[in-house]
């Protein structure tokens, strides 16, 4: 086993907490912190299936209740953030997905009542009628995989919600 391997496997699961606490004590004294540092630390603790726990562990330690406010407002901010970006997923995929597929369906009727009249040959109808199928097809398929995403989204917004009410309980828990 390489150094580098056992340096993983006895890596410290608690790190990311800590480290997110160190951020927030950090930010307490006054050091300008960006989102983009925060943000990684926050995906590694919420993607972290022992992450809840770690964080009420660690939660419980630390004696500065503006850190865990500050932990708190990081949560409640990642958490927006996932909440806004399913919900412009959405938006997006039913304001292109639904149009198509009106316009497809509207297409494949007209061409399917041509056909069953009889004034339009089956040689130029049976391709219009297969595009149409396709284009269907297609825009649900699109419409499915963003909605996916919007799902996921919404998953993690519900995760940071949850570590975000972790933090404010353990801050409150100290408040007079």
């Known amino acids: 086993m390489s150094d580098d391997n056992r340096r993983n496997d006895t890596e410290d699961p608690l ?15 006054g050091e300008q912190l960006t989102w983009h ?18 964080c009420r562990r660690i939660f419980k330690q630390v004696n500065d209740p503006s850190a865990l406010s500050t932990i708190e407002d990081w949560f409640n901010r990642a958490a927006a953030e996932r909440e806004d970006s399913a919900r412009d997923t959405e938006r ?4 292109i997905t639904r149009p198509v597929q009106r316009g497809a369906v509207g297409i494949a009727g007209g061409v399917g ?8 040959t089956s040689g130029v109808g049976i391709p219009f009628l297969l595009a149409a199928g396709a284009t269907v097809g297609g ?19 519900r995760d940071f919600r949850r570590l975000e009410t972790i933090a404010r309980e353990e801050r409150e828990s100290r408040s007079p």
């Open 139 to 157: 825009a649900t398929w699109v419409g499915w995989k963003q909605q996916s995403s919007a799902d996921r989204q919404d998953s993690l917004a």
């Open 92 to 95: 997006a995929a039913k304001m």
């Open 113 to 120: 009542l041509a056909l069953a009249v009889g004034t339009l």
């Open 15 to 29: 790190g990311p907490v800590h480290a997110l606490v160190a951020l927030a004590t950090k930010d307490g004294l």
């Open 37 to 54: 540092t925060v943000l990684p630390v926050l995906l590694n603790i919420v993607q972290d299936p022992v992450g809840p726990r770690n």
